[in-house]
């Protein structure tokens, strides 16, 4: 029993390691210095890079950080400041779940009815729209949690300062917090960096470099897909190695994430 | 000193001094504004019933119910129907379950029971890290390696030695339902992992001590004290992990072929509900077939809203608040 | 600074209701604090002397902390809370309707039983957030009050080498000094501690204790203890409290050795609580 159990685990991590590996083995020697700074070559050429996809990437996390960060932070202070034994909060808190359960093919069908269509095409703004919108429930509950974890005592202290609630909740518990409300919006970037689905009618993909946000723009995830979906040999290789740079970037912002809360533990005894 | 120190440094010998109505106008903007931030969700909620139904109304009042039962999916000829990608979500994802829930469920009781302390984190991390790798890359790797030697050395297998059983019959191309099927598979195996983890490890020490009070063996234990216990929440767990299957679009679309088909084999290609949307939506061209693909949306959606629910049901009445799905 | 001065009460154009002027730092009448339907507090009545120590005590369970609680509208956080009666800050009506808390509890400052310095401040930001979340930004004026109060809080000579040291690197008896420091940094004219030194080792407690008789030269000080023979030790007056009722209240002397009430006699001897 307990060896089934052992082969069950190694079959669990299996794919994670095969993954890394074919992608490293298969795309690591593309990546160079024209792989982040060159655009595509036309159809059918070799040579190029994913500069403008790299950039795009940036682009739309940036963006969709400007709507989700604000929402979803002042959206969490809420439900654990002045909701939190109320009951619209488990309706809000609810309603959060719901939207974290819905496909980000569907985030992609709204998004393209509320934005692509009125603007009459594809744009940097729905892209970075999409994913902002798909932050928000993502960071409201990651912050809500993170400051019922701050301690009643500072609240207490402060206000018997006769420091006014706002300021209260600010500067001292949210300052407080503020390590743990950072991790919760990285991994929620993370989550939607990776994402391709809502990005393929909303920022639809460009070929060359987007020269403002309202035209279609290029991001890794997307390049990716279209590259694969191609028949040219050159082209997949490059897809290899814009692979890896996508799975290291969001490797990376869940490792360092990793290590960021492990120190908050260890200052705080 | 401004004013505001002045009335701090001194002895204040009146109440109606210093910053009274500063500090409630910013109280009261301040917890209008975080409201008004927190409402967004239900603006959200709304937002997306709204733009699904108004999106796909020319579809449903052309097809009515007979959306959900019919098999043509014509945009020649604009008739639609959507059974071929209902018939594939479902098919997919229960592959997907069959696959992975007896590798979840059994490296959640090894992480829980069996595995040796330091090994537990390190394995942790690794299946939290496998949830994190994008949809696209799994799917990508998928095409270019997994289904070409699944190809070659496991189907045929499956074809020779399973063929008497309607499911494997008939030659693939690669990627096909069962390919699909076995992605996703890996995809949501984190998830039921790592719920099921947290089930087995809020079972109370008392059912274990009683169990072995009683004489069972560590699986006797195992399987009488804790999992019979935590069926329910088990289940749950499951559950999620099929809301998620549900919903997978990318690497679903990039294994599965891409053909509307219902029948019995797991080699043929075919095509979900997630997949069409993301094959179709940028070449439907008139007005009829994207709205048919908005309604293929709303289904999707209903279904997966629907499972999630269910699922947060069962997770709840069996641990209260203290079990959250993370994802 | 000299708070013993009697400030002329400050009465609002509407506010007809007249009280007896009274010489008390903290005038109770006829308090009754419900939460919910729980009535916590039943019709308390005293009088809070000025440049004194006051201590609060009886069983648990008795409203000592709720009491304290009300005297700076601290029991409001719970939004269950009710109260009925009134309570006057050297002739001034706290619970004014034309009075916000936040004012009450510059005048009336609290400390706790658990220490808490905001630990992501270091220790002089911590005696100063009071004054700097208020507005006030005179770096001269900050670093005199800071060098004021901690050196009321018998802490200076400790940390004036390390202020910018986060502030959770003190122990634990420091960090508790470091919170009255704080707490006085607003110049309240009353400091009330809800059992200030009862997570502290005897020798951090007995600072506590000395700081506190120290203290009272300048400040009305009340504090909730559970220890007997720190209220007798620390204070100038006692009241007694059980299920909710201020049972008795007089000079501290006189509730140790000769109480009149069989309660009173009962608890602080040691019979029950």
Known sequence: ?269 | MNAAEATVTKAVPGMKRAIPRVSRFGDRAFQWLTLIMAFSIFVLIVLIGFELFYGARPALEKFGWRFLVSSTWDPVNDVFGALPYIYGTVVTSAIALLIAVPLSISTAIFLTELAPLWLRQPLVIFIELLAAIPSVILGFWGFYVMVPWLHDHIYPVLRSGLGFLPFFRGSDNGPCILSAGIILSIMIIPIITSVSREILRSVPGLQREAAYALGATRWEVTRIAVLSYAKRGLFGAVILGLGRALGETMAVTMLIGNAPYVGTSVFAAGQTLASVIANEFTEATDNLYSSALFEIGLVLLGVTLVVNALARLLLLTFAGPSVKPQQ | ?273
């Open chain 3, 1 to 273: 600074m000299n708070t013993a001065q009697v400030l002329p009460a400050a009465v609002a154009p509407h506010q007809t209701m007249e009280h007896k002027p009274t010489n008390a730092a903290l005038a109770v009448r006829n308090l009754s604090v419900f939460f919910g339907a729980n009535e916590v507090l039943k019709r308390v009545s005293l009088d809070i002397a000025p440049n004194a120590v006051t201590a609060i005590i009886g069983p648990s369970g008795c409203g000592k902390s709720t009491f304290l609680r009300s005297l700076n509208r601290m029991h409001e956080l719970n939004p269950d809370a009710r109260m009925t009666g009134e309570i006057r800050l050297f002739g001034d009506d706290i619970y004014a309707s034309t009075v916000e808390p936040v004012i009450v509890r510059r005048r009336v400052g609290m400390v706790f039983q658990k220490s808490n310095p905001f630990p992501t401040m270091t220790i002089s930001e911590n005696v100063t957030v009071g004054l700097r979340l208020n507005g006030v930004r005179n770096r001269k004026v900050l670093a005199e009050r800071t060098e004021q109060s901690l050196r009321m809080a018998a802490l200076w000579d400790e940390v004036k080498d390390r202020l910018q040291a986060p502030a959770i690197s003190l122990s634990g008896g420091q960090q508790q000094r470091l919170c009255i420091a704080r707490a006085l940094a607003v110049q309240p004219e009353v400091l009330l501690m809800d059992e200030p030194a009862s997570a502290l080792d005897p020798l951090a407690t007995s600072k506590i204790e000395d700081l506190i008789l120290e203290l009272k030269k300048n400040y009305t000080i009340v504090i909730v203890t559970h220890n007997m023979q720190q209220a007798a030790r620390s204070s100038d007056f006692t009241a007694f409290f059980y299920l909710g009722e201020l049972v008795e209240f007089g000079a501290t002397p006189k509730i140790f050795t000769s109480p009149s009430q069989k309660r009173t006699e009962d608890y602080v001897t040691g019979r029950f609580g």
């Open chain 1, 1 to 269: 029993m307990q060896a089934i159990a052992f082969i069950c685990a190694v079959l669990v991590i299996a794919p994670l390691v095969l993954v890394f590996y074919h992608l490293t083995r298969l795309g690591f020697s593309s990546i160079n210095w024209a792989f982040f700074t060159q655009l595509p070559k036309a159809v059918g050429e070799t040579g190029g890079g994913m500069g403008n996809a790299i950039v795009g990437t940036f682009v739309l996390l940036a963006e969709a950080a400007v709507i989700g960060v604000p929402i979803g932070v002042l959206g969490g202070v809420f439900l654990a400041e002045y909701a939190s034994s109320s009951g619209i909060s488990w309706w809000i808190r609810f309603g959060a779940d719901i939207l974290n359960g819905v496909p980000s093919i569907v985030w992609g069908l709204v998004v393209y009815a509320l934005v692509v269509m009125p603007m009459h095409g594809a744009s940097a703004i729905a892209g970075g729209v999409v994913l902002g919108l798909m932050m928000v429930p993502m960071v409201m509950r990651a912050t809500e949690e993170v400051l019922h974890l701050v301690p009643g005592g500072y609240r207490e202290a402060a206000l018997a300062l006769g420091i006014s609630k706002w300021k209260t909740i600010l500067q001292i518990v949210v300052r407080t917090a503020l390590r743990g409300i950072v991790t919760g919006v990285l991994l929620a970037l993370a989550r939607v960096a990776g994402e391709t689905a809502p990005l393929l009618f909303t920022a639809f993909g460009n070929t060359h470099w987007a020269r403002n946000l309202s035209q279609p723009i290029s991001a890794l995830p997307l390049q990716i897909f279209d590259y694969a979906n191609s028949p040219y040999d050159d082209w997949h290789r490059q897809a290899w190695a814009g692979a890896l740079v996508l799975l290291l970037l969001v490797l990376f912002i869940n490792i360092s994430v990793r290590v960021l809360t492990r120190e908050r533990w260890r200052t705080k005894s």
